[in-house]
């Protein structure tokens, strides 16, 4: 059984301070990894995507991979109040079909 | 920009009867997939669907579940006899490529069953 874990948090960090967020996954098979933000009562909305292991950046976002310790972070730089979401890691199954392997999410609390 | 669209917001329904969720998946998009996510638990993938056939589904999608691309641009699920655990936010994904691309979520349909 592929598992993704994450610590459900609550993650509180300061406004402006960098916002850590890890996950790990059990199939070393891996290939394809997301980040997904969800607001309370909405959908998974996608902030990041990484492929190869080390950093990418997009914005205040940086995603990081390493496969051979099956761990994928994200830091948020100058956390925003309006970055407070449950962050969900998420990976592929194997078979190519699409089925995407949530973790439970990090609750992420920025505050003023 | 391009969106999932998902049909109603919001569905209540009493145990044992049917129920059909509609999903309009982005229009240049090939693969369609069902989640769910029952409250405070993390979401959950049940069925994906690609040139109208069942790509794979989950343990939790049983003979009570069913999905169709009844033209050409919508995507539903139907939940045969619901039962009180069937009770969550279902969201609709698509995608252009499987296994490797993105998949953008809908804004979900939120399924009540008393």
């Known amino acids: 059984q592929k598992e993704v874990e994450q610590n459900s948090g609550p993650l509180s960090v300061p406004e402006g301070a960098i916002a850590s967020l890890n996950c790990t996954y059990s199939?070393?098979?891996?290939?394809?990894f997301f980040w997904y933000r969800q607001y309370s009562g909405k959908s998974p909305e996608l902030i990041m995507s990484?492929?190869?292991?080390g950093d990418k950046e997009d914005g205040r976002f940086t995603a990081q991979l390493n496969k051979a310790s099956q761990y994928v972070s994200l830091l948020i730089r100058d956390s925003q109040p309006s970055d407070s979401a449950t962050y969900l890691c998420a990976v592929f199954g194997s078979g190519n079909t699409g089925k995407l392997i949530f973790g439970q999410g990090t609750t992420l609390q920025v505050k003023p | 920009e391009p969106e999932v669209t998902q049909t109603p917001s919001h569905q209540v329904t009493q145990m044992g009867q049917e129920v059909i969720l509609r999903c309009v998946p982005i229009?240049?998009?090939?693969?369609f997939y069902w989640y769910r996510q029952i409250l405070g638990q993390k979401v959950e993938f049940l069925v994906s669907f690609y040139n109208n056939e069942i790509s794979e589904k989950s343990e939790i999608f049983d003979d009570q579940f069913s999905v169709e691309r009844p033209d050409g641009s919508n995507f539903t699920l139907k939940i045969r006899s619901t039962k009180l655990e069937d009770s969550a936010m279902y969201f609709c994904?698509?995608?252009?490529?499987?296994?490797?691309?993105?998949?953008?979520f809908g804004p979900g349909t939120r399924l009540t069953v008393l």
């Open positions: 994904a698509s995608s252009d490529v499987a296994g490797t691309d993105t998949q953008y």
């Open positions: 990484i492929y190869s292991n």
């Open positions: 229009s240049n998009h090939l693969y």
């Open positions: 199939d070393r098979g891996s290939q394809s």
